[in-house]
């Protein structure tokens, strides 16, 4: 079967597309055959070294598709069910891919292959963000950084399904009408704004929480934006890895509380998982959050979707077809 691999790290040209055996599911794990594989910036950090893995390896960690063999001792699923995963194993960037049956999860029909692939991370992610690390409720003024990306998307509009005043910041004046047409009610440029500054006088004392993908080049300024006793998110390096930081700086701020969490810990067991996706489902199938159709790449094409989503040229989600 195809799948892309890498053997060094480096930039997009280190992905190639060769020939691999075609993996036999093992003792709790099925084989799904992919119809869709998501794009996520993840893959960009496994693909550096920023995250490291032995090498050489595969890339990737979400797909949706169907499955087509089961291992023994399955029995979450059967041969024919239309699933989705997006914890791995690495390796999703291929025409099939063995997972833990503790993986996945169960893709209602109303759901497709490429809305599935383009939002599972994503909106699991939004969901543990905005119900989990830090619980967005009616009122809450909320900061929302690359808000026409992915993740951002699709925290937009479910912040402000909850009730929240969502301000939105972006990188150009295009996304910043994208961000207003999904629910935020401001917007801030980033680069031309003073992020701080106006979310102060936005919300006249700051964010109750600001969700911070960006990384070092917004940090500080997402930590300004912070109201006493708030909470700055920091889940992503899309422009670095943020800046070293003394617990003190917190403390002048207003006791301010700093975290940084990833979607695993918050869907380490099966019912976690079953429980967060059946979320993200019920939004999606409400019309509560709305999925754009995601730019599709032929797998062949994985260098390109990479260029495109590091060089910050798409909105929305990117998926893969095999």
Do not use: C
Request: charged residues 20%.
């Amino acid at each position: 079967m195809k799948a892309i691999r890498i053997e060094s790290n480096g930039g997009p040209e280190v992905l190639a597309l060769v020939d691999v055996p075609e993996p036999t599911p093992g003792p709790g794990q099925i084989r799904v055959r992919h119809h869709a594989l998501g794009v996520n910036f993840i893959d960009i950090y496994h693909r550096t070294g920023l995250y490291k893995n032995p090498l050489p390896s595969g890339l990737g960690l979400e797909a949706a598709g169907v499955v087509d063999a089961v291992g023994a001792d399955v029995t979450r699923f059967k041969a024919g069910d239309r699933v989705a995963y997006s914890a791995g194993p690495i390796g999703a960037y291929a025409e099939a891919n063995v997972v833990q049956q503790t993986q996945a999860v169960k893709l209602p029909d109303a759901i497709g292959f490429d809305i599935a692939a383009a939002s599972l991370l994503k909106g699991m992610t939004a969901r543990f963000l905005l119900r989990k690390t830090f619980r967005v409720e009616r009122g809450h003024d909320v900061v929302i950084h690359a808000a026409a990306g992915g993740v951002g998307q699709i925290a937009v509009q479910w912040a402000k399904h909850i009730g929240a005043r969502v301000i939105a910041v972006v990188g150009s004046d295009a996304k910043a009408e994208l961000a207003r047409s999904l629910g935020a009610e401001h917007t801030i440029i980033q680069g031309r704004e003073d992020i701080a500054a106006r979310v102060k006088e936005i919300t006249g004392v700051g964010a109750h929480v600001v969700y911070d993908s960006v990384g070092k080049d917004t940090f500080m300024a997402s930590l300004d934006s912070v109201r006493p006793l708030g909470m700055l998110v920091s889940f992503g390096n899309a422009s670095g890895p943020p800046p070293d930081i003394n617990p003190l700086e917190l403390s002048r701020r207003g006791s301010l509380y700093l975290t940084r969490p990833t979607l695993f810990h918050y869907t380490a067991t099966p019912e976690q998982l079953d429980e967060t996706a059946a979320d993200l489902f019920d939004v999606i199938a409400s019309g509560a959050v709305k999925i754009a159709a995601p730019a599709r790449y032929a797998l062949a094409d994985a260098a390109q979707a990479h260029r495109d989503l590091e060089g910050r040229k798409t909105t929305g989600s990117l998926v893969l077809v095999p």
